[in-house]
């Protein structure tokens, strides 16, 4: 997976690209190993410039892949805390819309499975 990262507001320095990268990663294992067309585009940065303290920090994410576009979006006082946010969130929306497809899957194959079962030629 491609990661491309964009500061607003604040210099991106290597401390947080890695920290960034090491922590979006993770998201490879809930997504095809084998596709090369996956890129993340994070931003990172602060809302305002005037603000000294409350959710002052953003970071958000757009994740496309081969079939499916994935969003999230995290504020918090600390900027490492929005990437850990934003990791949980991202994480979540990925497993919640793969386990979708494995129950609409699974649905579906209950329902051809009986539709068999009811045109059995050897009942009686």
């Known amino acids: 997976m491609k990661i491309n990262i964009k500061a607003t507001g604040i210099e991106l320095t290597p401390a947080i690209t890695t920290y960034t990268e090491e922590k979006l ?3 490879e294992r809930f997504l095809d190993q084998n596709d ?3 890129l993340a585009r994070v931003e990172i940065g ?3 410039a005037h603000h000294k303290h409350g959710e002052v920090f953003r970071a958000e994410i757009k994740l496309h892949t081969a079939g499916q576009d994935y969003y999230a979006e995290a504020h ?3 900027l490492y805390a929005a990437v850990d946010k934003l990791k949980d ?8 819309r793969r386990d979708r497809q494995s ?9 051809i499975k009986n539709m068999l079962r009811s045109i ?5």
């Open 46 to 48: 602060k809302t305002t």
């Open 36 to 38: 090369e067309s996956q």
């Open 76 to 78: 918090e006082s600390d």
């Open 103 to 111: 129950t609409l899957l699974r649905r579906g194959g209950r329902r």
């Open 25 to 27: 990663s993770s998201l």
């Open 120 to 124: 059995n030629p050897w009942k009686k």
């Open 89 to 96: 969130e991202i994480t979540a929306e990925v497993k919640s």
